[in-house]
């Protein structure tokens, strides 16, 4: 079976503070992602990676970034941590470059800026 | 980009009844339309998907449906039982070297009662 962890499942932070988010798979998954999930807006592309070659900018990048240095491994930083980025974080995984393939999820991060 | 609208936003209904979800995309180039299943504490989980040279597609007690004309599809739950509850997600992307890309919609939160 296809395992993704998140290392931490609650997250409480101080605004301005630097957060980093890990994510790890155990497939040899090319492809990683994060998302932000919350009520009413569904999950919300943050940014993808492609192997540790190429990392991409999703649909709401702003006050994030992203670092993959080795492929199992994704991890999502916020520079200066904001009370607007309270969320839950999911990362995700699949293989190759088809859309087709099934995405692997965590089990989330539950991250609160105060 | 692709856009995806998901309604409604909760359902509820009796064990037995049948539930039906419904979602649009903006963008012609989307051709490949999975559904997840999140349950309570846990990562979304694909639960069925439609590609679409295929109109509908049936796996067990769910199936998919899309109209490619009209750019809407829907998931549709029939014989529904308590473990059904959970929060379901519509996503579109488009094959080929896309990374996997995929768009979700808002979210749908199915409740069932005995």
């Known amino acids: 079976d296809v395992k993704v962890t998140q290392s931490s499942r609650y997250l409480v932070k101080r605004t301005g503070e630097k957060v980093f988010l890990e994510c790890v798979q155990d497939m040899d998954h090319e492809n990683m992602f994060w998302y932000r999930q919350d009520p009413g807006l569904g999950l919300r592309l943050i940014y993808f990676s492609y192997d540790v070659k190429m990392k991409e900018k999703g649909d709401i990048p702003e006050g994030y970034s992203v670092s993959r240095e080795k492929k199992e491994r994704f991890s999502l930083i916020l520079e200066s941590a904001s009370t607007n980025q309270t969320s839950m974080y999911l990362c995700?995984?699949?293989?190759?470059?088809?859309?087709?393939?099934?995405?692997?999820f965590g089990p989330g991060t539950r991250l609160t800026v105060l | 980009g692709e856009n995806v609208e998901q309604h409604p936003s909760t359902l509820s209904v009796q064990e037995g009844d049948s539930a039906v979800i419904k979602c649009t995309y903006s963008?012609?180039?989307?051709?490949?339309f999975p559904w997840y299943k999140q349950e309570l504490g846990k990562g979304p989980q694909l639960i069925i998907d439609i590609r679409s040279n295929v109109g509908e597609k049936k796996d067990q007690r769910i199936a998919v449906t899309l109209n490619k004309t009209a750019k809407h599809f829907s998931l549709h739950i029939t014989e529904t039982q308590p473990e059904d509850s959970a929060v379901y997600f519509c996503?579109?992307?488009?094959?080929?070297?896309?990374?996997?890309?995929?768009?979700f919609g808002q979210g749908t939160i199915l409740t069932v009662h005995p």
């Open positions: 995700a995984s699949s293989f190759g470059l088809a859309v087709y393939n099934e995405q692997f």
């Open positions: 996503a579109a992307g488009a094959g080929g070297t896309s990374y996997g890309k995929l768009t």
């Open positions: 963008d012609s180039a989307s051709n490949y």
